[in-house]
Protein backbone atom coordinates (compact mmCIF):
# COMPACT_ATOMS: atom_id res chain seq x y z
CA UNK A 1 0.00 0.00 0.00
CA UNK A 2 1.62 3.43 -1.22
CA UNK A 3 0.17 6.91 0.03
CA UNK A 4 1.12 9.48 -2.41
CA UNK A 5 -0.22 12.73 -0.94
CA UNK A 6 0.23 14.51 -4.75
CA UNK A 7 -2.25 12.92 -6.23
CA UNK A 8 -4.50 12.37 -2.77
CA UNK A 9 -4.42 8.44 -3.30
CA UNK A 10 -3.82 5.35 -1.67
CA UNK A 11 -2.20 2.99 -4.39
CA UNK A 12 -2.33 -1.04 -3.70
CA UNK A 13 -1.39 -4.23 -5.48
CA UNK A 14 -4.60 -7.18 -4.67
CA UNK A 15 -4.49 -10.50 -6.24
CA UNK A 16 -6.24 -10.82 -9.46
CA UNK A 17 -8.53 -13.52 -8.13
CA UNK A 18 -9.66 -12.13 -4.95
CA UNK A 19 -13.48 -12.38 -3.99
CA UNK A 20 -13.83 -9.17 -1.53
CA UNK A 21 -11.96 -6.76 -0.77
CA UNK A 22 -12.30 -3.24 1.10
CA UNK A 23 -10.67 -0.45 2.59
CA UNK A 24 -11.07 1.33 5.63
CA UNK A 25 -9.93 4.19 7.03
CA UNK A 26 -9.67 4.90 11.21
CA UNK A 27 -8.87 8.23 12.53
CA UNK A 28 -7.87 7.73 15.73
CA UNK A 29 -7.68 4.59 17.42
CA UNK A 30 -10.35 5.75 19.65
CA UNK A 31 -12.47 7.06 17.29
CA UNK A 32 -15.67 4.59 15.84
CA UNK A 33 -16.47 6.09 12.65
CA UNK A 34 -14.70 3.99 9.97
CA UNK A 35 -14.28 5.32 6.32
CA UNK A 36 -14.55 2.61 4.30
CA UNK A 37 -14.38 1.72 0.33
CA UNK A 38 -15.64 -1.86 -1.26
CA UNK A 39 -12.83 -2.61 -3.80
CA UNK A 40 -14.72 -4.71 -6.83
CA UNK A 41 -12.96 -7.21 -8.60
CA UNK A 42 -11.16 -6.30 -12.10
CA UNK A 43 -8.30 -7.56 -14.71
CA UNK A 44 -6.13 -4.71 -13.44
CA UNK A 45 -4.01 -6.26 -10.03
CA UNK A 46 -3.38 -2.42 -9.16
CA UNK A 47 -6.31 -0.42 -7.40
CA UNK A 48 -6.28 3.38 -6.44
CA UNK A 49 -8.61 5.24 -3.93
CA UNK A 50 -8.90 8.85 -3.63
CA UNK A 51 -8.23 10.21 0.37
CA UNK A 52 -9.59 13.65 -0.70
CA UNK A 53 -12.70 13.18 1.41
CA UNK A 54 -10.54 12.40 4.22
CA UNK A 55 -10.03 15.32 7.08
CA UNK A 56 -6.24 16.41 7.81
CA UNK A 57 -4.38 14.47 10.07
CA UNK A 58 -3.42 10.76 11.26
CA UNK A 59 -5.30 8.13 9.28
CA UNK A 60 -4.70 4.29 9.74
CA UNK A 61 -5.59 2.54 6.99
CA UNK A 62 -6.85 -1.30 6.71
CA UNK A 63 -6.80 -3.48 3.60
CA UNK A 64 -8.82 -5.89 3.70
CA UNK A 65 -9.57 -9.12 1.35
CA UNK A 66 -10.48 -12.70 0.96
CA UNK A 67 -9.29 -15.12 -1.52
CA UNK A 68 -11.36 -18.05 -1.35
CA UNK A 69 -11.69 -18.83 2.18
CA UNK A 70 -8.45 -17.04 3.32
CA UNK A 71 -8.71 -13.73 4.95
CA UNK A 72 -5.77 -10.76 4.70
CA UNK A 73 -5.16 -7.81 6.06
CA UNK A 74 -2.71 -4.88 5.10
CA UNK A 75 -2.24 -1.96 7.21
CA UNK A 76 -0.49 1.57 7.52
CA UNK A 77 -0.71 4.61 9.34
CA UNK A 78 -0.58 8.29 6.49
CA UNK A 79 -0.66 11.32 7.29
CA UNK A 80 -3.41 13.56 5.12
CA UNK A 81 -1.64 16.77 5.05
Given at each position: MTYKPNSR???FVL???FTKAEIVFT???KSLENISFRIAPCSKPIHAVSTEILEKG?????LIWSEG???????QLIDII
Amino acid sequence: MTYKPNSRQVTFVLPIYFTKAEIVFTKSSKSLENISFRIAPCSKPIHAVSTEILEKGQWLAQLIWSEGRSQFCSEQLIDII
